[in-house]
């Protein structure tokens, strides 16, 4: 079984070389596959990607010339994977890339039925109370029990990816996928990841409060959506 793993990086020229000097453990296995996907940067990520990638051969680069969003940066490097078991985490070094280990181990049983995401420990109080509050609203909107929503890694079967319909090219993602492994019936399995601070650059979405308002107000406009369709 080969296990692909997306990162996607927009703007992570001072995290990429720790990011990578995490994700060796995986340059030596021909079980796996690093897809970093530079999407969109503006910074100097394609020249330093560019230049570090030749120490490891395994590694992949998907480079999207302007960035669309960040479902559209996942969504490229996904399309790319060769593996038969897919997903993603992220390039700020708030987990570990190498999480992902301890995920695969729940799809060695049903590896096309299973879907496992993180769970997140650590964080402060109020991005605590942030995930409470839209877990409970996604909870009763779909009536499924939903909980920390955005937690990373994100890991499913390519048979899971190729039956879904169009995703969104945004932070909703996330949802997407959570919402549509629950519809499918597939096997949901969390386990604990530490989610500290980045390590070098700013969020592009939990910036302030501004920025939480607007990634809300998007949330709960795709879930409206994701409900009505369910209907139709």
């Excluded at 999480?99 to 109020?126: C, I, N, W």
């Amino acid at each position: 079984m080969k296990f692909s793993l997306v990162i996607p990086c927009y703007n992570e020229v001072k995290n990429i070389p720790l990011l990578l000097e995490r994700c060796a453990v995986f340059n030596s296995r021909d079980d796996f596959e690093i897809i970093l996907v530079d999407n969109g940067s503006t910074d100097d990520s394609k020249e330093l990607l560019k230049r570090l990638l030749p120490q490891y051969p395994t590694f992949k680069i998907v480079r999207v010339e302007k960035n669309k969003g960040y479902g559209f940066g996942i969504l490229s490097g996904l399309r790319e994977a060769k593996g038969d078991v897919i997903g993603w985490t992220h390039a700020d070094l708030q987990t570990d890339p190498k999480d992902v280990l301890q995920a695969l181990d729940f799809f060695k049983e049903a590896p096309t039925k299973t879907f496992v995401k993180g769970k997140r420990y650590g964080r402060s109080f109020m991005d605590i109370i942030f995930t409470l509050g839209m877990s409970a609203f996604e909870t009763l909107l779909f009536k499924k029990r939903m909980f920390d929503i955005n937690a990373q890694p994100t890991v499913f079967s390519k048979k899971f990816f190729k039956s879904l319909p169009k995703p969104p090219n945004d932070f909703a993602l996330d949802l997407f996928f959570y919402f549509h492994a629950i519809q499918k019936g597939l096997i949901i399995q969390r386990f604990p990841v530490h989610f500290g601070k980045r390590f070098a650059g700013t969020s592009t979405w939990n910036s302030g409060w501004l920025a939480r308002y607007k990634f809300i107000k998007r949330t709960i406009e795709f879930s409206l959506k994701l409900k009505k369709d369910m209907k139709t």
